[in-house]
């Protein structure tokens, strides 16, 4: 090897071996300071911009729960109306029963009928209540509610179950008895209207289970697009420890191979003592 003080190959060999172990050093200190293997596009860019569309997509189902959410709460709020209403139904039904019985007198009559009538008008205060955030499937006016039910815009349908006297067929003009005649006939009518608010209650019920169904799934599949950035991104901290350890060290060997290579020259003043 050629002795010169001009050029110290072995120092020079020893200083890339040490920049290279300290730029090592970096970036497990980096790894274990943010907790990312991959926190910025310099990084690794295929691998950054993968991650951040999944992450977007993830944020964007936290719209998809809560407009869910929502949905459950405006449909919680329409069963709710419901049971009163087929609690007022069966009622109405047995006043109606009551009143045709022909062995009673006017006033046990009339008091049947304004109980009857003032019944029927607790159904329109339920219905026109059944409302969350100024929303209600249940009174006339409802419509179709439509929901999230997905990061690209699509859609979770809820139909309407009018509940209102006009949905169940009990307007004033027809549920209305003057007579123990039009009483009898009015048991009929209010079998019919139970009947109809089951049916459209039940179909509430299972527009609410559905949606409870899909929210839970929204859920998951949250938590798993979370799970799939966090093994792009994250650095395992028990491996960088580990390596940190080693890098350390191996840094302090090639600061004490750069000061022996250094002292090599200095063999070079042996040549010229007399």
Same mark, same amino acid.
């Given at each position: 090897m050629l002795n010169s003080i001009n050029t110290n190959p072995g120092a020079l060999i020893a200083l890339q071996n040490l920049n290279a172990t300290n730029t090592e050093l970096n970036t497990a200190q980096s790894r274990i300071n943010t907790g990312k293997k991959v926190a910025n596009a310099k990084d690794n860019g295929a691998i950054w911009s993968m991650a951040k569309m999944q992450s977007a997509s993830s944020s964007s189902l936290n719209a998809v729960k809560d407009s869910l959410q929502r949905g459950q709460s405006t449909i919680d709020v329409a069963l709710a109306a419901g049971d009163t209403i087929t609690d007022l139904l069966m009622k109405m039904k047995e006043k109606a029963l009551a009143a045709s019985d022909t062995s009673l007198?006017? #006033?046990s009559f009339n008091a049947l009928k304004s109980d009857f009538e003032s019944l029927? +008008?607790?159904i329109t205060k339920a219905v026109d209540n059944a +409302?969350?955030?100024?929303v209600g499937l249940v009174d006339k006016s409802a419509k179709a509610l439509v929901f999230l039910a997905n990061a690209d815009g699509g859609s979770f349908t809820v139909n309407a179950?009018?509940?209102s006297l006009e949905g169940l067929n009990l307007t004033t003009a027809l549920a209305s008895f003057s007579t123990v005649a039009e009483a009898g006939s009015m048991i009929g009518k209010m079998? #019919? #209207?139970l009947l109809t608010a089951t049916n459209k209650l039940s179909a509430l019920g299972t527009a609410s289970t559905g949606l409870d169904t899909h929210l839970t799934?929204?859920?998951k599949l949250q938590d798993s697009l979370d799970a799939g950035v966090g093994n792009l991104v994250d650095a395992d901290l028990a491996k960088e420890s580990a390596k940190l350890q080693s890098?350390?060290?191996k840094q302090q060997l090639g600061v004490q191979a750069l000061s022996i #290579?250094?002292?090599s020259p200095q063999s070079i003043l042996s040549l010229f003592k007399g």
């Open positions: 007198n006017t #006033a029927r +008008k607790q +409302k969350f955030n100024g179950q009018t509940l079998t #019919a #209207a799934f929204i859920g890098l350390q060290t #290579a250094n002292q």
